[in-house]
């Protein structure tokens, strides 16, 4: 029987994934179904025949591994705000999973990146793109709120960012996954095949906004500590080669994406608020918050827990340099946003005219963003 705890939150084991036919999303349905936690999945999506196809195989697979949630398929279009909202009463999940964006970064990076240079770029500018993933969780977030329905939702579509425009209108996801969440897991990686020991040896604490991946560390700010039994081993490495070597291991290649890793990272995220232990993580957008941190999973929210030394407000520093290395120079008050210069004239570049972003803009900017990467 479905129960509530006494803040009004469900606990009966239910997951919606919504865009679960996508890059990201196909993974997190077979792992999610893989866990004991998981009672009931539910896969969200416009196509239909896919999308029953991926149910189908969850359902198989995670059977042959011993595990029998319910999974079902929902025909979804998150554009429809109404159809949304009655959705979200009918299934009453407990974690929302949202990995649906307009278009995916694996598809509009593959096109960029060949022309930066061209372009005369050393980035380009991530945050240039945010409409395309800004807009589908707007409108989830918006039919949440409404619904009455106390869902805690980790948001998959550029957390760093999308999650702190969201928390300036009320609308914020409990968190996100995948960006810092992959580099310090990469970072782990390579000090356990250095040292030859299991990665759980090894303690990170790191702040860090998506930009740092796809920049140089040598010009992002952040924050890096390392601890070995213990001891703080920090210094015994060239921490910006370490970072970007984690970046690069994590990043994936034109031939193998990083979808399964940032599947696992958005899994695990899902499963920490089912089942919380309180032990450090890392994730982007923890309530709102502007770019990475450690965090901790409780049964009500996922706090940002500052390293040992630091506050809150040196997390937001950090991070709010770190911004303006994906091409955008601030986020108002009403969740408008700024681009940089820099940023700008790349959209010139590609035909598009925006300077700033605001809410009410966000689908128009993004139908340019498609169509721009198109006639690439």
Same mark, same amino acid.
């Given at each position: 029987?479905?129960?509530?705890?006494?803040?009004?939150?469900?606990?009966?084991?239910?997951?919606?994934?919504?865009?679960?036919?996508?890059?990201?999303?196909?993974?997190?349905?077979?792992?999610?179904?893989?866990?004991?936690?998981?009672?009931?999945?539910?896969?969200?999506?416009?196509?239909?025949?896919?999308?029953?196809?991926?149910?189908?195989?969850?359902?198989?697979?995670?059977?042959?591994?011993?595990?029998?949630?319910?999974?079902?398929?929902?025909?979804?279009?998150?554009?429809?705000?109404?159809?949304?909202?009655?959705?979200?009463?009918?299934?009453?999940?407990?974690?929302?999973?949202?990995?649906?964006?307009?278009?995916?970064?694996?598809?509009?990076?593959?096109?960029?990146?060949?022309?930066?240079?061209?372009?005369?770029?050393?980035?380009?500018?991530?945050?240039?793109?945010?409409?395309?993933?800004?807009?589908?969780?707007?409108?989830?977030?918006?039919?949440?709120?409404?619904?009455?329905?106390?869902?805690?939702?980790?948001?998959?579509?550029?957390?760093?960012?999308?999650?702190?425009?969201?928390?300036?209108?009320? *609308?914020?996801?409990?968190?996100?996954?995948?960006?810092?969440? =992959?580099?310090?897991? @990469? &970072?782990?990686? #390579?000090?356990? /095949?250095?040292?030859?020991?299991?990665?759980?040896?090894?303690?990170?604490?790191?702040?860090?906004?998506?930009?740092?991946?796809?920049?140089?560390?040598?010009?992002?700010?952040?924050?890096?500590?390392?601890?070995?039994?213990?001891?703080?081993?920090?210094?015994?490495?060239?921490?910006?080669?370490?970072?970007?070597?984690?970046?690069?291991?994590?990043?994936?290649?034109?031939?193998?994406?990083?979808?399964?890793?940032?599947?696992?990272?958005?899994?695990?995220?899902?499963?920490?608020?089912?089942?919380?232990?309180?032990?450090?993580?890392?994730?982007?957008?923890?309530?709102?918050?502007?770019?990475?941190?450690?965090?901790?999973?409780?049964?009500?929210?996922?706090?940002?827990?500052?390293?040992?030394?630091?506050? *809150?407000?040196?997390?937001?520093?950090?991070?709010?340099?770190? =911004?303006?290395?994906? @091409? &955008?120079?601030? #986020?108002?008050? /009403?969740?408008?946003?700024?681009?940089?210069?820099?940023?700008?004239?790349?959209?010139?570049?590609?035909?598009?005219?925006?300077?700033?972003?605001?809410?009410?803009?966000?689908?128009?900017?993004?139908?340019?963003?498609?169509?721009?990467?198109?006639?690439?």
């Amino acid at each position: 029987m479905d129960k509530k705890r006494k803040d009004g939150h469900m606990c009966n084991g239910t997951v919606l994934v919504v865009g679960g036919t996508g890059e990201v999303g196909r993974y997190v349905v077979e792992y999610l179904a893989r866990s004991q936690y998981v009672q009931k999945l539910v896969v969200a999506a416009r196509t239909e025949e896919v999308g029953k196809m991926i149910v189908k195989n969850a359902a198989i697979g995670a059977a042959m591994h011993g595990f029998y949630p319910k999974v079902d398929f929902f025909k979804l279009d998150l554009k429809d705000e109404e159809q949304t909202e009655k959705a979200l009463v009918e299934i009453e999940p407990q974690v929302i999973l949202h990995t649906a964006t307009l278009m995916s970064s694996y598809y509009y990076v593959s096109k960029i990146k060949p022309k930066i240079k061209e372009f005369g770029f050393k980035t380009y500018f991530a945050g240039h793109t945010l409409a395309k993933d800004l807009f589908l969780i707007y409108k989830l977030m918006k039919a949440l709120k409404r619904s009455g329905v106390n869902s805690l939702v980790v948001n998959n579509a550029f957390p760093d960012i999308s999650n702190h425009v969201l928390a300036k209108i009320g *609308l914020a996801p409990a968190v996100g996954s995948g960006t810092i969440d =992959l580099t310090v897991y @990469g &970072i782990k990686k #390579i000090l356990a /095949d250095k040292i030859g020991v299991p990665m759980h040896n090894f303690f990170v604490e790191m702040i860090a906004h998506h930009s740092l991946r796809v920049n140089s560390p040598e010009d992002v700010p952040y924050f890096l500590r390392i601890r070995f039994k213990g001891e703080d081993i920090t210094e015994k490495f060239n921490v910006h080669e370490l970072v970007a070597e984690a970046c690069k291991l994590t990043i994936g290649t034109s031939r193998v994406n990083n979808s399964s890793i940032t599947a696992s990272s958005a899994t695990k995220n899902v499963l920490a608020i089912l089942n919380p232990t309180k032990e450090l993580e890392h994730a982007p957008g923890a309530n709102g918050m502007l770019g990475g941190s450690p965090v901790r999973f409780h049964a009500k929210k996922v706090e940002v827990a500052p390293p040992e030394g630091m506050s *809150l407000r040196d997390v937001e520093k950090i991070n709010k340099e770190g =911004l303006k290395f994906d @091409g &955008i120079e601030r #986020i108002n008050d /009403d969740g408008s946003v700024i681009f940089t210069n820099e940023a700008v004239r790349l959209q010139q570049i590609l035909k598009i005219s925006w300077k700033r972003m605001r809410i009410n803009e966000i689908e128009d900017m993004a139908n340019d963003l498609i169509s721009a990467y198109r006639r690439l």
